[in-house]
């Protein structure tokens, strides 16, 4: 099993709608967890960190569900500008806390 | 501010020649440098990390090697590439808790080996 599995789309959706993404991860002993975005041929930049109460910045919700150990981003309003990869991100726990494992990313494509 | 500096940006070398390529963190000190792998509709494959100067840790056997000769300072390295190394090279930079505020990304290499 992968350590970060995504699903990698692509999701066509037209402006405006809402979109969400889920990531699974295998260690129970993650405790820090991020998604990012990754533009074509760029470098990944961090979009937000997940925190266990939920939380929100602007358009993007982010939640984790540790019993069922998930992680989700929730986009609303879409606009052409969010077309992007995103990055599902998890720390690999145990005795090598400080690595960040990177899902293959999500795909979004979104539509006039 | 801190920011992270990669070069070169593309790269086209032939099969078998030598490879050099550094990153450079400015506005911090004793970061954890990272060096990732991003192979064409691939993931982002660590590659390399280092916690010091001279502490380099490998994840995964290749024919690649590491050095951090300062705070600041990563290089990665081949004395002979081969095809399937071919990909884009990302440095990133984290504080040393770096799972808790995540890494920064420079811009990255992209190498095609020939």
């Known amino acids: 099993r992968k350590e970060v599995e995504q699903d990698p789309g692509p999701f066509n959706v037209p402006e405006g709608a809402t979109v969400a993404f889920n990531c699974t991860y295998s260690?129970?002993?993650?405790?820090?967890f991020f998604w990012y975005r990754q533009d074509c041929r760029k470098e990944p930049k961090l979009l937000m960190s997940?925190?266990?109460s939920g939380n929100e910045d602007g358009r993007f919700t982010a939640q984790l569900n540790r019993a069922s150990q998930y992680i989700s981003l929730l986009i609303r309003d879409s606009k052409l500008s969010d077309s992007a990869t995103y990055l599902c991100?998890?720390?690999?726990?145990?005795?090598?806390?400080?690595?960040?494992?990177f899902g293959t990313g999500t795909l979004l494509a979104v539509q006039p | 501010s801190q920011t992270i500096h990669q070069w070169p940006a593309t790269l086209v070398q032939p099969v078998g020649s030598p490879l050099s390529l550094e990153c450079t963190v400015e506005?911090?000190?004793?970061?954890?440098l990272y060096w990732y792998r991003q192979a064409a509709g691939r993931g982002l494959q660590l590659l390399f990390y280092?916690?010091?100067?001279?502490?380099i840790s490998s994840e995964v056997p290749q024919n690649l090697s590491a050095s951090r000769p300062q705070d600041r300072q990563f290089i990665l390295s081949s004395k002979k590439l081969l095809l399937s190394d071919s990909g884009f090279y990302l440095c990133?930079?984290?504080?040393?808790?770096?799972?808790?505020?995540?890494?920064?990304f420079g811009s990255g290499t992209r190498l095609t080996v020939v």
């Open positions: 990133a930079w984290s504080r040393t808790r770096g799972e808790l505020y995540g890494y920064t």
């Open positions: 260690n129970s002993a993650s405790q820090s």
């Open positions: 506005g911090t000190s004793n970061p954890n």
């Open positions: 997940v925190y266990s």
């Open positions: 280092s916690v010091g100067i001279g502490q």
């Open positions: 991100v998890v720390n690999k726990g145990g005795g090598a806390t400080n690595k960040l494992i």
